[in-house]
């Protein structure tokens, strides 16, 4: 029995070493946890008899185990779950970073379910005093750098701390629609919309596409227009 279960995690481990989607990721991790205490109470309730003269097997090839980039998921919501909505929290940010103070007692880190998105963030603590608890943003001010980002839990409070995309200043941490925009749009000069649809094209056309458009951009700039020959 003890030998089933050390194969099935090495190829566990074999497989968390080649996944690449954060939930598979944890899903396995999850799996390799539970096979691991199984394992263990198996060792301790079931010794093992010692052979004779027992010949030392070959220590197994060490698996490099990759670690979930930051906005990946560490631990799996259970379906029906019931959350308490952290509306209340303080924040605080500088040229580079948002800082948001979640005060909550009794939080463990492994507890911690974090997506971090660019444009949002969804943070679950699990049996934190026998409740869980979530503290959600569906859209964020600005962009953020997911990678980067992190959620550091401390004894009395959580840290979330998320790092922009742009460097900058933020009147708020969820997104308002910008009311003199449309306004803005009408006076526009109607050569905007041209240029930026040269931009897309630019950006998403091939090599010829790009020399094509950066000569006609370069052109219509500098005031140049097509004459008889």
Not at 9 to 32: D, G, T, W, Y
Not at 89 to 101: L, T
Not at 124 to 148: M, S, T, W
Request: hydrophobic share 35%.
């Amino acid at each position: 029995m003890a030998e089933d279960f050390s194969l099935d995690l090495e190829e566990l481990r074999h497989l968390e070493s080649i996944a690449k989607r954060p939930r598979v990721l944890s899903i396995i991790s999850s799996e390799i946890q539970n096979l691991e205490k199984v394992k263990l109470s198996e060792d301790v309730s079931v010794p093992t008899p010692q052979p004779a003269a027992p010949t030392p097997a070959p220590a197994p090839t060490p698996t490099p185990t990759l670690t979930p980039a930051p906005s990946s998921t560490t631990v799996l919501s259970k379906p029906g779950l019931q959350y308490v909505t952290l509306s209340s929290f303080s924040w605080n940010q500088d040229n580079e970073k948002i800082k948001i103070y979640v005060f909550l007692e009794g939080v463990e880190q492994e507890k911690v379910e974090t997506v971090l998105k660019p444009m949002s963030i969804d943070i679950k603590f699990h049996d934190v005093q026998g409740k869980n608890y979530r503290c959600a943003i569906p859209k964020l001010h600005k962009k953020i750098v997911p990678e980067k980002s992190k959620v550091l839990v401390k004894p009395t409070k959580v840290i979330i701390t998320l790092f922009k995309e742009s460097k900058g200043n933020w009147l708020d941490l969820h997104f308002k629609e910008d009311k003199l925009k449309p306004n803005l749009d009408k006076e526009k000069d109607p050569m905007a919309g041209i240029m930026d649809l040269m931009k897309n094209m630019y950006e998403e056309g091939d090599e010829d596409m790009k020399r094509t458009i950066a000569k006609a951009w370069t052109d219509a700039r500098s005031g140049k227009t097509a004459g008889p020959s």
